[in-house]
């Protein structure tokens, strides 16, 4: 009798245990949620009324306001969501594209898990940035401490530049999409909502930043760029080939400034490069792609770097534009990724 | 001997399941991270070159550049980290203040575990918010979709408004910071890089949003709020009794315009009001926690409303300032909270 109580409830304590382990193990063990910002610099502006008035510093109520004082600039802000226990060797960092910010590689805008779920899933721990002036990292004043104005990217150049379609004001000022695209077209506003304005001549504080956060990780990292951000992350896996041990490129549109950068010192370092769909219904970026071929890929695989090159339609995945990381199949080149990094020996 | 072994591996079973079940109760079991943009709507703009250059519309090459198109504008990010399982009733909403963005609830200037892991790890399903024009929701273009220049936050003006000390340019350059404040003060310049510039004439932009953003919760909520996010938080607590079922309020400086809002509508939500030490170090603070005693909290009382107003050196909490909620007790704070929010049955 007494047998039969200790089996009774050593079964009903396993079972029950058993009940609630599943329930975890379908979502995250996360050990740490949190962020910080790296980089930037302090800046002190001091300029009589006269010239605040020239520059239309204007408030609200409309006298001219004085904005002499202390500011910081160029930093930038990153956050990081940490595993219990991580199947990669190494941390994943999303590194996104211009006129975007971290936001992009969350939740898509259809509203299914984007690459940051994904990746955690996968068992990485994920770091996103927003790049200097983009996003929570903050803009610096215009023209006092920034020199140049900003500039919005409209839905009309996001449509046929992201090779959504041909057109955005097609016949009866209805947009028109290409065949076949894997874009959730419904959601193209929630896509524009994510759009920041950038400045276009801060590339050097960028990639300072940049710098300053992969010497701020303690061990190295594998970066996914997306376009603009491919510039850094190809710079860096250079100057830093010990903080970088692997770079995935997603539709990078920079060539490499082979004068500045010595693509050598990363030929130890893994290479992915992917590039989606219906490159040739917007020539430029053939040309773009091909400039990436000439100063970054064809010079690393002579050097006898490891380099794998993608167009996703060769390997029967069709239909992608320039957004490749949160259109509708973005779970299957998310395990495409996957797979590359495993077969590349990134996994434990 | 067959009931020994069952009793064996069944105990076996029920102990290592115990054994696991600790590592994953130290962190968090999540369901799902992700973001959502909401709100905000379409803009066209049209104008000639001769207006783009008038409004010195200027790309780095020098050249006048056409900003003709489409855009969103008003629309607000928002993040959220959801649990496995929950212990409080509704999600727990951060809304942060003027000139900062969501990330200030993330971790602290000093590099601890902010608000956002805190109120996780008590339980909740915590949403942090970027309100619009800050952060990650994006600004429009000024002055052709917004009329109005943004303004930025001197670091001279953030350590004396947000009462850290009494001058930022004290003798010999440095700061002067009040005895026993709890702001980290070494880490002065990183909670200065969470600056971002705000526009001041965006209340109603801001308003409608969050507005929105409680519309497009399938459940009611509890908000956090702090300084200029209290303003929209007490509206909507009005606005919106059906979606907001508990307000903590820290360090409120707009005064409710009881003109247009009945505060009658909010007498069954619970409400917490806290404010810092050293109010009179900066006088105008005596007056705007003053103007909110006449305009809200002593009203609603007056109507049967649930208050708590909290001074915090009077619990013997003593040294913050504007920015108590990461300053170096800011666990102690969140305690405060996580405390009135079980006495006032918003816990399960």
Redesign the interface.
């Known amino acids: 009798m007494k ?1 039969l109580v ?2 009774v409830l ?2 009903v ?2 079972t029950s ?2 009940f ?2 599943p ?2 193990a ?12 790296v980089g ?1 610099e ?1 800046v002190n ?1 001091d300029m009589s009324e006269e010239e605040a008035k020239k520059l ?5 109520t409309g006298k001219v ?1 004085s ?6 600039t160029g ?1 930038m ?1 990153v ?1 990081y ?1 940490l595993l ?1 226990k991580t199947k990669a060797k190494y941390p994943l960092m999303m590194w996104h594209g211009g006129g975007l ?3 992009t590689y ?2 898509t805008p259809d ?1 299914r ?2 690459w ?2 994904f990746f ?1 899933k996968a068992g990485h721990d994920v770091y996103i940035s ?1 790049s200097v002036e983009r ?2 990292s ?4 215009s023209p006092y401490i920034f020199k ?5 990217r ?4 996001m449509w046929t530049l992201f090779r959504i379609g041909s057109e ?1 004001n097609g016949p009866a000022g209805k947009p028109v999409a290409f065949p076949g695209t894997q874009f959730p077209l419904e959601y193209f ?2 896509f ?6 950038r ?3 801060t590339d050097p504080l960028i990639y300072a930043a940049y710098l300053k956060y992969l010497d701020r990780m303690t061990t190295p990292s594998v970066v996914i760029a997306h376009s603009q951000g491919c510039k850094f992350a190809m710079q860096a896996a250079i100057d830093r080939p010990d903080k970088v041990k692997g770079v995935i490129l997603l539709e990078p549109y920079t060539p490499l400034d082979i004068k500045k950068f010595d693509i050598t010192r990363m030929k130890e370092t893994p290479l992915l490069v992917i590039y989606g769909d219906f490159l040739p219904n917007y020539p430029a970026w053939v040309k773009w792609a091909r400039s990436i071929k000439d100063t970054l890929t064809d010079p690393l695989i002579k050097a006898g770097g490891d380099v794998t090159w993608v167009d996703l339609p060769s390997v029967g995945i069709k239909g992608n534009g320039h957004e490749l990381y949160l259109e509708k199949n973005s779970d299957v080149i998310a395990q495409f990724v996957q797979d590359w990094m495993t077969e590349h020996k990134l996994m434990k």
């Open positions: 047998n200790v089996i050593s079964v304590l396993g245990l058993l609630i382990r329930s975890y379908a979502g995250l063990a996360v050990k740490e949620i949190g962020s910080f910002y930037g302090s502006i239309n510093l204007i408030d609200s306001y904005p002499n004082g202390t500011y910081e930093q802000y956050n969501v219990k910010c971290g936001s969350e939740t509203g898990p984007g940051q779920m955690l927003d996003g929570r903050g803009f610096s004043m140049t104005q900003p500039q919005a409209s839905k009309e150049e955005y506003d929630q524009a909502k994510q759009g920041v304005p400045w276009t001549d």
